[in-house]
């Protein structure tokens, strides 16, 4: 009978994140579909609330707490799911694709003796055997997959399952794991105030900015400024994401006019992140299908560009409006108010 | 003030403006041409590589390898301008740079690979990588290739790498949400994966091109071709997604007009 362990970790205030118990109903649900039997294991600094929060699959539950777990650090992580994995003989380890977890599960994989798949998009059984799903070339080609190797150590993205819910009185079997030999210690974050984060990725909505903001309008002048207050405004009455495309980040390193917020960590796209959210607003986009994968997970997608006949709007948005962002965004945060 | 031994690890991909198609061989997926797609090097790991060379510059006595799993002879074409960029020293594995290869197994060839590289010492060690490929995308052949190496202190996401006075390496790693997780790890050895790090990409110098290449030419001949074999990893299909939506196109309409649909459908 297979053992498929789900692995997650705390967040700061304890719980789990929505990622995570999207990747519970997945992982039950494979533990269900082989026939076999779901076991837990939470890492943090204290994991009784997250523990009492799943209580309800049923699955026994291991944690490994204390102060060496409360922060993200590879030595510690790998160590503490190391020994989650051998206390329950795990053959199927499903966890979520955090930037913790993806740092630190790979390892489990040469660990455990085992293979690792990461960033799946799906999962799911056939002919009884664990089929993957997950995308290659930066989001240009999908592919399904399987393998025998065990144990196999699996990181899934969000959104492919609805989050579980199950909230109950947990049993928590602690482990003991020695980290004192981890040679790194976390000095903390480095977190955007409400006011400045640009970056949110349970919005519900993405704008995109694209290097037109930056080129020469009508007048002949260039008008960053009015572009980062139009875009500002507009994430301000929103609460969207902002994402860039390649081509408006890589101008900061040619001298050109720059949008002041913008970093390397807005680009969407062949470089950069393939975020998702329920809608997408592009403007002043241009470029072809490299660009274009940035919102290869975006549901419900909209254009703003001077150009018809471009590449980020005929077939891959919605609907396409054409005119001048400048304008058009001007109005729209008028009527947001 | 610590001396280093930095080694990348960096493959080749086909030109991110290329567009790419599956097709199945015997043995195995791959892309269509595959062999004939114009190659760059991996962006993320050209990222490691310029920060290491620059790190290395920093230390006097520093070195650096790239070493990279790739057919050499689309290798040796990419190398003729990545040599033109930074001084390093090329080891070269013969195989398949694919994305649909394991990456255990690349990580295993790699890891192998390093361990054969005369003069490297590992106490003073720092790997480097791209944080994912933009082929495979796992984001977990560099956390494999520390491991089989013994390398237990790792970061990933890597924006930024400080050295200390005391040898004491200052790391900010990418996070969720715009964020960064800063941490102090206590010298070499350790694992960097690194995303776009804070420097532009250094200009051609014909100079350092020659010598590099004076030194490469040899590994490139000399490359033993790598066995990716072992593994029963199946890809049982794969596929662009042909999805194609019917777009509205709202021309020469007043932009209040357009404004307002916007609004109302943000709200909807």
Redesign the interface.
Known sequence: MSKVLYLAHTECDGTLHKSALETLTAAKALAEGLGGELAVGIIGADVAAAADSVAGCGAKIYGVSGPDFA?????SD?AAAEAVATACGAEIVVAPA???F???L??L???LGG?????LSGLAVADGQP?ARR???????????????RPWVLTLDSGIAEPFAGAGSAEVEALTVDVSG???????????SEDQ?????DAR?LLVAGAGWTKKQADGAVHVDVAEETILNFLNA?KSSLGSSKSLVDIS?EGNAVISFL????QVG??GASPRHA?G?STCCHG???HVVGW?FIS???A?NTD?GCGW????????????AF???K??N???G | MSEFHIVVCGSI??D??Q????VEAPTG?S?KNEMMLPAVLD??AGHALYEAANLAKKHPGSRVWLVSLAPKAKLQQVMMAVSQKAPFELVVADGSAS??T???ET?RVLAETIKGIAGLETSKMLLFGGWQS????????M??V???LGV??????V?KLTVHDDGAI?V????????????????APAVFGW??GEL??PPNNPQIGMQNMQKNMPALMQAKPADLSG???????????QQ??????????P??E??????E??KS
Request: one cysteine or more; hydrophobic letters at 35%; charged letters at 30%.
């Open positions: 922060d993200a650090r590879y030595a790998l955090t930037s913790r993806s740092r630190a790979p390892g994989a040469v660990r293979r690792v798949d990461t960033h089929v995308w290659f070339y930066r989001q240009r080609m999908e592919g399904t997959l399987t393998r025998s190797e981890v040679r790194t210690k976390v000095a903390g974050l480095e977190c955007p984060q640009t970056i949110r990725p909505v929103t390193g970093t390397h960590m807005h062949q470089t809608k607003l072809e299908e490299p290869r419900e997608r909209r703003i018809a709007a005929q077939g891959k948005c919605d609907v396409l409006y054409v005119g001048d304008e058009i965004m109005k729209v008028e009527m947001l | 991909v086909p991110p403006l567009t790419l198609a599956p997926w892309l962006p993320w994305g649909f394991d990456s255990h990580a933009a082929s495979r995308g796992s984001g977990a052949v956390q494999m520390g491991e089989m237990s202190e790792q970061f990933q996401g924006d200052e900010k790693e990418r996070i969720e949400g715009g964020s960064y997780q800063n941490s102090l790890v206590d010298g995303a776009t532009p990409e593994t029963t990893m199946k890809l049982a299909s794969v596929a662009v997604p194609r939506r019917e777009t509205r196109v709202v021309k020469d309409a932009v209040d357009m404004a307002r649909e916007i609004v459908w943000l």
